[in-house]
Every structure is written in C-alpha cells, then in structure tokens.
C-alpha cells in the first residue's frame, strides 16, 4: 500500500490527499451549518483532519478533550481553531450541569453529540427532554461507550453506533499492535523485556483478541482470561490458554494487559499481581481500571515518565502510563485506517442532520454507505489514488 504509511506525515502532498479524502464527504451528504456538534474525542495528531471535515458538515459548538489522551500540539492546534472545553467523566454524571453546559454554548439549537465512551449516556434522557433546542442524535465511537447506552435503556433519539463496523476492524487489530509496541517500548526503557515471563490478556474482544495474537507472534507466553463463554472458548479455538480464575492468571503473568472498556481490574485484583508485575491498559483508566483503592493503600513512586511503581506491604507492581491506554505514549498512530471510521462517523453524523434517521434506538450505519466510504478510502490510500473498476 504505497504512500499509506506516509498518511499522517506533514508533508504537503500527504495533508492534501487526507483533506481531500474528508472534503468529498460533501459530495454524499449535504452540509447543515445550521446545526451544531458537540465533539468529546481523544486530542491525536489525526484529529484536526477530521474536525475539519466534521466543520464542512455542521458548525463545531465545542470540543471536548479527553483529558488523558492530549497531545499538547494537537491540543494547540485544535484550540485556535474551535471552541475547546474542560471535560471531567464525574461532572458527566451530573445531568443539571450538562444540560446548563448544552444551554450555554449551543442552547436552542439542532445538535448532534459526538462521543467516545459514553460520557453523554448517562444524562441523555433528561437532556433531552429539557434541552431548550433538539438533540438529533448521537454518535458513539466505541464498544465500551455503546454498551453504556445499551445499560441505559432505549435512548430518547437515535444513538448510531460505529463500534462493531466492519470498517472498525482495521483499526482495532492496528491498536492491539500499537498496544503491545508501546508496552516493549517501556519494558525494555525500564530494563525489561516481554520474553521470559508469561502474559495475561484480560478480555478476548476485537482489541484483547490482537494483543494477544500479536504477542504470540512475538513467542511470548500468553493466557487470556475472559468471562464470557462465548468468547473464552473462541480464544481456546485459537490456541491460546484461557483460565478459568482471575486470580490464578494475575498470580502467574509478568505482565497484565486489560482489554476489556469495563473495569478489568478491581478492588483486592491489584494485591493479587505478581510482586513486580506490569499492568497496561487498552483505554482509559477510568474505564478499565478502579484505581479507588489503589491510591488509598499504595505508595507512588515515579520511575519514569510512563512508569509508576506501587507498593504495600512489601507487595508491589508497575503501572505504564498512569494507567491509560499504553498506546498513547506514542501516538496511538495506526496510519490512514483511522480515518475509515472517522468517515462513517461523519455519515452518521449527515444521516442525523438530514432527517434520514429520526427514531429514537440504536442505529448503525447502513452496507452501501460503509462501501463508499472504503472506496474514497481506497481511491484516496491505495496506491496511486485509483483502483481497478
């Protein structure tokens, strides 16, 4: 695929091709300024691309960081641009201060939420039933943030979900391997390396599925733990050895990777590590780790900039990156594929504006839209820019 691993470089050629590639969105959907989005998302170096495309579909009422993925020159960039806002998951919770949030920055409008996570999930109902404009919908980027809407009950408005799109699948196999380059990276800066000792992969979905695939790749020693049956015994027909006990896997693995979006590691499972054990995540430590009793009862210690020790008791481990998705101490990069589902987000998001999609639920975008969105893909990352009709 020649010129694809160049994609996000800042070479002009480059930045023409993606700017291309988000401008003929418009030759789909029809631009709505009218109404405004509302943008929670990580602060990547891929992002100003896509809001910018975003910005040639509907007005950008403000952007909301994610605060643990923020790449300070993205964050610059993006900020002199669009409105950029604070966002803390707890003040999420709070549904008369997210609805005063909505009022003051885009109150009596159309909106759309852009989310990852689910950070609207929680309050959507009551939002929506006070919001002095109209909530068109929202557009959810993950599994974790799907499943919080499905928790939720059935959504007041359509909540369209790219999280289980074939166009995600690309994306999520790249970020098991960026996952498990960024984990090397710091063992081997830490003076460790993966080989040696075995590996526990907590959760077998599309994400765990790729850590664990690509360890294998690497000879390392890998169990997966999963509780779902399903699941656990698609990781058996793998070859992979699937325990039974949380507890016996973390006793065993010299380095535990949490892939599961809900909480893989809780209360007494951080005694339970191994002495000297490495913990990383796959996403936000909000959301995979309930660090709660941890900062309590454990003495911190930075080692580096990506590595904390954690000891009580003569028991300790490593966490990397604070427990945030590992990944992101490099960038998280996976090359132009992020910008496949970036393009049904905004699909998503042009279905909503256009009226084709009003009834409250939970929507996918449809086959023949992903097929054009692969077809811009391909036409734009593929070679030379053309492909064989």
């Not at 010129?3 to 930045?15: D, F, I, T, V």
């Not at 765990?208 to 049956?229: C, F, H, I, M, Q």
């Not at 191994?274 to 709660?292: F, K």
């Not at 909503?352 to 097929?371: K, M």
């Amino acid at each position: 695929m020649r010129g694809a691993n160049a994609a996000l470089s800042s070479e002009p050629a480059a930045r023409k091709r993606i700017e291309g590639y988000f401008r003929s969105v418009g030759l789909h959907f029809s631009a709505r300024p009218d109404v405004a989005a509302m943008v929670v998302t990580h602060m990547l170096p891929d992002r100003p691309y896509f809001l910018d495309g975003l910005a040639g579909l509907t007005s950008v009422g403000a952007v909301l960081p994610k605060p643990r993925s923020c790449d300070a020159a993205t964050m610059e960039a993006i900020a002199s641009r669009y409105r950029c806002d604070s966002l803390d998951r707890e003040q999420f919770l709070d549904r008369s201060l997210v609805l005063d949030y909505l009022e003051s920055r885009v109150g009596g409008r159309d909106v759309v939420l852009l989310d990852i996570g689910g950070y609207f999930a929680p309050t959507l109902r009551y939002v929506t039933g006070r919001f002095s404009g109209h909530i068109l919908g929202v557009v959810e980027d993950t599994e974790n943030g799907y499943q919080k809407y499905v928790a939720a009950g059935k959504p007041p408005c359509p909540v369209v979900s790219v999280a289980r799109s074939p166009l995600k699948l690309p994306e999520d196999y790249l970020v098991g391997q960026s996952i498990v380059f960024s984990t090397e990276s710091l063992l081997r800066l830490h003076g460790d390396i993966l080989h040696g000792g075995e590996t526990c992969v907590i959760g077998y979905g599309k994400i765990g599925r790729s850590v664990a695939n690509t360890l294998r790749a690497k000879s390392v020693r890998t169990t997966v733990y999963e509780t779902d049956p399903v699941r656990a015994v698609e990781a058996m027909s793998h070859g992979f050895s699937v325990s039974g006990s949380k507890a016996a896997a973390l006793r065993r693995a010299h380095l535990v990777v949490c892939a599961t979006g809900q909480r893989a590691l809780v209360g007494d499972d951080f005694a339970r590590l191994r002495p000297g054990a490495y913990v990383a995540s796959v996403t936000s430590s909000d959301d995979e780790l309930d660090l709660t009793n941890v900062v309590l009862s454990y003495e911190e210690r930075i080692l580096g900039p990506h590595v904390t020790r954690l000891s009580a008791g003569g028991h300790y481990f490593y966490l990397l990156n604070h427990g945030n998705a590992v990944n992101f101490v490099h960038g998280a990069t996976v090359g132009p594929f992020i910008f496949l589902v970036q393009r049904e987000i905004l699909a998503a998001v042009a279905l909503l504006t256009s009226g084709r999609l009003i009834e409250p639920g939970l929507h996918q975008v449809n086959r023949q839209i992903r097929e054009t969105i692969a077809r811009d893909w391909l036409n734009a990352f593929n070679g030379e820019g053309e492909t064989d009709q």
